[in-house]
């Protein structure tokens, strides 16, 4: 056992980790963030993506002890006292919201995206999803999604 400190969602946890475990294990496991899904284990999907230390990760691939001191977001932070973030926003307006499965990873990609590139174009919005994969097939609507809430977090232009 080995205790490591990291910082998800804004908050400080101190937690107790076996030396193999995962980044994923501790988020769902220790933390109860749910929102993290576990998809194919394997880092192929992006079903368990979150964002550490501004960039997206596959948390299933992220050894626990590796993010000691990291920042990590994952998708319960998107929403505040204000309601949900604009980029979720944007997804329900777009009906890209299929089975949900993906859009936690989705979401997130998107956000580390529109962070860095506010005004992405569909490849390059495409590029950022690429490593999400969606069962569903429903990638144009995602994508309408984040050009969309590119616009609204440009001010709607």
Do not use: H, W
């Not at 998107?110 to 506010?118: I, S």
């Not at 992405?120 to 919005?125: A, K, V, Y």
């Not at 999803?129 to 709607?156: F, H, M, P």
């Amino acid at each position: 056992m080995k205790t490591i400190e990291l910082n998800v969602n804004r908050k400080m946890y101190k937690v107790e980790i076996e030396e193999d475990m995962r980044l994923i294990d501790v988020i769902r496991d220790k933390l109860g963030f749910l929102g993290t899904k576990e998809g194919c284990g394997e880092g192929e999907c992006g079903a368990c993506t979150v964002i550490m230390d501004g960039e997206t990760v596959a948390s299933c691939l992220v050894m626990a002890f590796q993010a000691e001191g990291k920042e990590i977001i994952t998708i319960e932070a998107m929403e505040d006292e204000n309601g949900i973030d604009p980029i979720q926003q944007a997804f329900l307006d777009e009906g890209a919201v299929q089975c949900g499965f993906c859009i936690p990873g989705m979401v997130l990609s998107a956000k580390v995206l529109l962070d860095k590139n506010p005004t992405p174009n569909r490849s390059e919005i495409r590029e950022a999803i690429s490593g999400n994969l969606c069962r569903c097939t429903g990638y144009n609507k995602i994508v309408n999604a984040i050009e969309k809430a590119a616009k609204d977090l440009q001010g709607g232009e």
